[in-house]
Structures are given as C-alpha cells and as structure tokens.
C-alpha cells in the first residue's frame, strides 16, 4: 500500500468514527499529504465507503495520472463545486469540509452546488472536520522523516560548503550571504529555501526576525543564520550564530548560556512530554541567569510541508509529544543594541533520545 | 496626501454608498494596498467616520510606524479579533468583512468576538463587502504604473544581458537558463521572481506552462521564456520565444501567426472595451488560420500586486476595460509534440494607444 493511501485510511476511520459519510479536503497541502499530488489546484474527495476521487483542471491531467495512480480521477476547472455533485451523486447525508481553510465564499457556494445537485431530494449537512489532516501530519511517517533528513542535510552541506570557501567573512553583506546561501541550497538539489533566509549581524543578531540588508560583517560581531531547505516539499529549519575573527567574553557567555537551555530543551523531548513543560525546560535556563526577558518566544514549532505547523512548542501551547513528531528546539536570547544568539535543531521525537537532523556542530565557531 | 490615503478615500466612499460604517479589511494585499505595510500579519479596520485603525503584532511596531505613520496603530497578537473589539467600542451598526479573503472559522471567531464585545448591547451586523479593493485595485494609479514600469524593465534588462552573454546556447538546460535569469532578476533589483519562470525547448514549448527540466537546449529548437520580476512588490509578466540558431518554415509561420495575434489584441486594448471582445481580436487570427483548437487559454489578465488579478481577458470574461488597467496580452499556439509560441506584453490601458511597458522586441531572434 502506497503511503498516500496508508495516510487516507487513517483519515478514513476519523471519518467514520465521527459520523461522516465523506470528506472534501481542500488545502492543498492536505491533498498533497494525502495524494501525493505537487500541483497547484486539486481536492479530494474521501469517502467511507472508499470511492474516493481525486479532482483537478485539465492543466494537471497527465501529472494526476503519473502522482495519483490509485485513485479515481475527476477532471474539472471548478474543480471543488464538481466534486461536491458527485458526493451528492455516490450518496451522501453528511460531508466534512475543512472550516479553517474554506472561504465564507467557498462554504456558500458549497452550499448552493450540494441544493442544485441534491434536486430535491435530501441536501447532505456540511460538518467540519476541524484540523483532522493537520493533526494527522504533526506525526510524521518514515517517507516524510527521510525527505526532512535530506532537506536537514543539504541545509548543513550549504553551510560548510561557505565555511570552508570562506564566504563568510568581514566586508560581505547580509544581502550577498544569504543570496549565496540560497544559491548553494538550491545547487544542492533544494526546490527552495524553506522561508526567507535569515542573516543578522552586529546589533542586527539583537532582532529575532531580522530581514538581510547591506550591513557588512565585521570582525568581532556575531552572525546568526537561520534558514533552511526544502526538499520534497519538506522543509529544514536551522539556526547557528557565529563570530567573526574573535569572540568577546559576553559573546562566549550569552552562547553558553543559549546553548545550555537548547541541550536542555532537547534533552526534554519525549513521548508524553507536555510542550509548556519542554518549553520550561529550556527556558529555566535562561530565567535562572537573569535573561528571561531576553528571550522573547517560543522554543520551537511543528516542521514538514510547512514551516510553522503543529506541534507549537511555547508558553502558549498545549499537547504531549508524540513518537514521530518533527519538531524544531529554537531558544535565542537578544540584548538589543548589542547583539543575539539563537540555536536551533530540527528533531525527531522517539520512543528513545530524539533524533538530530541538522548535523551542523553547535561548538561557539569563530570563524 | 499619500497614495495609501487616497486609496482608503475611495474605499471610504464605497463603504457609505453600501450603508457600511466600518469595513475590516484582512485580505493582506489590500491592506498593503490600502496602507503600504508590507508585514507578513496586518488588518485594517476602515471607518467612515474617518477613525481608521490598522492592527498588527509586536514584531510590526516599528514597521507599522514608518510604513503607516498616518492611521492610528493597535499591536495585538490575535489582530482581527481586536479590531473587531475596537469597531464595537467606536460604534458600529453594520461591518463589512471580505467574504472572499475570510476562513469560515475566521468569521465564527469574529460573529463570537463581537457578541462579546457588545456585552448585551447591539450586536452589529456583519455584511460582505465582496471584491470591493480588488476591483479599486484593478485601476492602477501613478505610483503602481510606475513600479510596474521598473518590474518590466528589470525583465527586459534580465534578457538582454543573458542573450548578449551567450547564456541561451544549446547544450544548456532549461534549469540552468531559468535559474539564470532568476538570479539576473534579483541582482537587478527585482524582490523575487513573480512566479516560478518558464522555460521551455523543442516539444517542451508546446506545453503552455511547461516547468523547466533538465532537457537540453538544441539548435532548430523553440525556445520559450515566460518571466517577470516583482518590485515594490508588483510584478511584470512576459513571455518570448526565440528560435536557436536556425529557423525552420513552419517555426517562422506559427511565429508570425502568434505576433499577427497579439498585435492584433494589443490594438483592442480600449477604454471602454468589453473583455471578450479583446479576447476575440487575437483568437479570431489564430482562428483564421485553421489554429483555434491550438490555443488552449485566456489572452490575458490583470497584474499588479498579484500575477493574476482583475481584469480577466478571455471567452469567459466580462466586464470592459477602464484607464488605468495594467493587462497582459499574450496568445499562443501549441503544436503538441513539435512546439509552441506564446508572445506576451504587460501594457497599461489608457485612453489613447496602450502604454506597453515590456520593451524587449518582439521580432523573431534567431540567437
């Protein structure tokens, strides 16, 4: 059995345990997740009773084919409204819909098409089904963990292939590294940076989401990388910071202390282990030597075919972990004006220690 | 007074012509449209009474405040719904929202928000204010003409120096001559690329949106380009074939039918003009030429702050075009299994000639 078609059994018994006879998936992603189709229009119908079909518009007949062997195919540029008739037509009395994707537009022209096809006869009821395919993808299977591992790899492959040319060096800007980070990702076989590449040097390392700009590297300012890889439409998501030419003793003692609280946070991943309480661990850290207010959010998120998605690892967040899990362990602390460090991996959570996907070493370098 | 403040004027009209007192404008185009914040979070809750608020979290404050310095600001995590809160304390009896922008749990967690706010008082109404910006925003004013005008230019720019370089040789592959041009876009200036660019030879250019592979440049063959650059956050959109060192007759014909085509839709772009008819202009050469079942799309549509945007050019359109209206025009014949011609421009209508603002020539290059 096909991955696509493990991950819609399981969505499949979702459906039947609440009471729905089908279910439309409209985020893409979703459908990607659950079909394996990379095109930019497409939606699922799944059904209990197994005759799922798989619609698109006429550009992507030759792709579903190719991507979506296994499942009925409907061709259609209205392609939502279409699959909609045809739930009417295999019978349906009550269809999920996902609520926090669809549009108020959308969901009345749902609303109409299922009246007009229902001709008379019964109109199924629309119910949500919530994040039911989000919170199926936060446990990755061993297809998408190997996709993270290479899109984790090319990130650091990227990053020591700069090292070592010594791209990274006083006089070159913000702007220039990151471009050329990009570039490297992309040569090494990325479809794409994960998110827009973050280089901060100087006082800018001091702004969490600092964009690049025309600051030069200098000699004894710190230089924070986050960025990552997309492969397989996964993505990596790693941070390191740097020093250039040599490290002052603030400088070692701020990266001591980040990479105290981020050995602390992984060491806290584990089955059954509740985010806020993860978060804690590393955070304590960095209340305990006097810099909590330095460190101004979460410790890390829920990564795959997107870059932020379930779990949310934070004060805010709510949950346990779960074998399977792809998570990120991101703390940083940031004294403005001067400079900020964050260090993050991209993790597995197992039933043993997590596993570490990006491999770069979180030794201080000074390069 | 600023471009942004013009456009709410206007936006301030519609809203009290429809018996609006506030609009909550969340689509985040419009609100950079109608605010110039170019943040990743941000909402604008639109009053007629002139007591305009713009929300965003707390990584904006400063960008709200040099981005926006003339509406008052209100940083909050969750944003829509606190704009929301506030629309109720300022007074509203009836509130438009985009019904085309907004999630259905996003309107729930809205009608919650205001029942709650109203405390017992009057709940106001919620009413869709449809496309009202994104039909504001089809007419282009100076500021937009003029961003576009440079996106294009960098285009042109893009070509010309890949060309005059010999970047375009056989034995490339269409990867390596899209990544090139790619990155000649962002070294020129360009934001990123406008969408993943085209770049299709031989059978290849018979597919209308062929992605670039590793198939080889070859003397005798097509070369199709489509491209734009994003600046200012507008982007441009051109398509030109070439033909790689030798032409063949068949290549010539279907290349002086196509340029027949688009010069002949180019001269239908008037104020006043109904879109089908546009669209008619150019299909019936290609039409009268025995070719109408080998153009298989639209001849055109809108850009600006999206690819895609309004208006639509083609059989299925409707509506006439206005001063103002950046388009694009580009029909195409597809030869399945030999090879395809597309020519586009970017052009902005206006009441004499169209304004074509992508210089590069449109004479068969024989490179």
Chains 1, 2 share one sequence.
């Not at 109409?112 to 299977?141: H, M, N, T, W």
């Amino acid at each position: 059995m096909s991955r696509a078609r493990e991950r819609r059994e399981v969505l499949r018994a979702t459906a039947a345990e609440r009471g729905l006879d089908s279910v439309l998936v409209t985020n893409l992603l979703n459908v990607r997740y659950l079909t394996g189709f990379t095109g930019s229009n497409g939606a699922l119908l799944l059904r209990v009773d197994g005759r799922d079909l798989f619609g698109t518009d006429g550009r992507y007949t030759t792709q579903a084919g190719v991507q979506v062997p296994d499942v009925e195919l409907l061709v259609d540029r209205a392609t939502v409204p279409a699959l909609a008739r045809e739930a009417v037509r295999r019978g349906s009395g009550r269809i999920g819909y996902e609520s926090h994707d669809l549009t108020v537009d959308g969901l009345h022209g749902l609303e109409r098409v299922l009246a007009d096809a229902a001709a008379g006869g019964p109109v199924p009821e629309l119910a949500s089904v919530r994040r039911a395919v989000e919170a199926q993808r936060a446990v990755k299977d061993a297809d998408e963990v190997e996709s993270l591992r290479r899109a984790c790899a090319v990130a650091d492959q990227a990053l020591a292939e700069l090292a070592a040319e010594g791209a990274l060096r006083p006089g070159r800007t913000e702007l220039e590294v990151g471009r050329e980070l990009d570039a490297r990702m992309l040569a090494l076989g990325a479809e794409a940076p994960s998110f827009e590449t973050i280089v901060a040097t100087g006082a800018n390392s001091a702004i969490p989401h600092h964009r690049p700009d025309r600051t030069e590297l200098r000699p004894g300012d710190f230089l924070k990388l986050d960025f990552g890889a997309t492969v397989e439409g996964y993505h990596s998501d790693m941070t390191r910071t740097l020093v250039l030419a040599r490290a002052a003793d603030w400088q070692r003692e701020v990266y001591a202390l980040v990479a105290e609280s981020q050995a602390a946070g992984r060491a806290a991943l584990a089955v059954g282990a509740d985010v806020v309480a993860v978060d804690a661990a590393a955070r304590d850290v960095i209340v305990a030597a006097g810099h909590g207010e330095h460190f101004t959010h979460g410790l890390g998120h829920g990564v795959g075919l997107e870059i932020h998605e379930a779990p949310g690892i934070g004060q805010q967040g709510a949950g346990t972990l779960a074998a399977g899990m792809a998570v990120t362990v991101e703390p940083g602390v940031y004294l403005p004006g001067h400079g900020g460090v964050r260090i993050e991996d991209t993790l597995i959570v197992t039933d043993d220690a997590p596993e570490l996907l990006t491999l770069t070493s979180k030794e201080l370098l000074v390069l």
